[in-house]
T-cell receptor, first 114, second 116 residues
Framework: DAGITQSPRHKVTETGTPVTLRCHQTENHRYMYWYRQDPGHGLRLIHY???????DKGEVSDGYSVSRSKTEDFLLTLESATSSQTSVYFC?????????????FGEGSRLTVL | AQSVAQPEDQVNVAEGNPLTVKCTYS??????LFWYVQYPNRGLQFLLK??????LVKGSYGFEAEFNKSQTSFHLKKPSALVSDSALYFCAVRGFGGGGADGLTFGKGTHLIIQP
């Protein structure tokens, strides 16, 4: 158990509304990630963080922003949700500071944008 | 850019038979390779990884994977399949020198179905 909690686990919202997903970890890991999972695409990296207030874009960052004001929390925000952002979102942490470290994932947040 | 291909959307195996889930990769330099499993409505669980050394890597739940540099492959294997192995399997790669922060690049996943 990597001590990762995602909230909310399920959310239904309407097009154009803002949405924030929260990832909380209990083990002070430096590196945190947000992925989205879609059928036929596997997992794709949205944004990642390598420390407090240090974030960078991943493969599919358009329409998303992130913030990390504390080590334990990594927030993903959809400023104006669209139907194409209906997906399952996973937060992950890296097990150690080396590039060989595997990722450990939360249980996911299922977002439906109507 | 690095990439991962899982050529089979679905693999069907009879219980007790050996199973193989295929993965090929493309990356600059030496790769770090990973396998994950996902059960319905759950997050991904780490199975095993190849960093360096022996080409046969052993992992959780009796799974192993064989690294083949010349074929740029990292196939997941198990000698005797169980019905409980039925799940979605992902192969992933991180390229050497990608920096400590870089995330993994995942394949599209392979559904493994073990028939009783």
């Amino acid at each position: 158990d990597a001590g990762i909690t995602q909230s909310p686990r399920h959310k239904v919202t309407e097009t154009g509304t803002p949405v924030t997903l929260r990832c909380h970890q209990t083990e002070n890991h430096r590196y945190m990630y947000w992925y989205r999972q879609d059928p036929g695409h596997g997992l794709r990296l949205i944004h990642y963080s390598y420390g407090v207030k240090d974030t960078d874009k991943g493969e599919v960052s358009d329409g998303y922003s992130v913030s990390r004001s504390k080590t334990e929390d990594f927030l993903l925000t959809l400023e104006s949700a669209t139907s194409s952002q209906t997906s399952v979102y996973f937060c992950a942490i890296k097990s150690d500071g080396r590039s060989t470290g595997e990722l450990f994932f939360g249980e996911g947040s299922r977002l439906t944008v109507l | 850019a690095q990439s991962v291909a899982q050529p089979e959307d679905q693999v069907n195996v009879a219980e007790g038979n050996p199973l193989t889930v295929k993965c090929t990769y493309s990356v600059s330099g030496n790769p770090y390779l990973f396998w994950y499993v996902q059960y319905p409505n759950r997050g991904l669980q780490f199975l095993l990884k190849y960093i360096t050394g022996d080409n046969l890597v052993k992992g959780s739940y009796g799974f192993e994977a064989e690294f083949n540099k010349s074929q740029t492959s990292f196939h997941l294997k198990k000698p005797s399949a169980l019905v409980s192995d039925s799940a979605l399997y992902f192969c992933a790669v991180r390229g050497f020198g990608g920096g400590g922060a870089d995330g993994l690049t995942f394949g599209k996943g392979t559904h493994l179905i073990i028939q009783p």
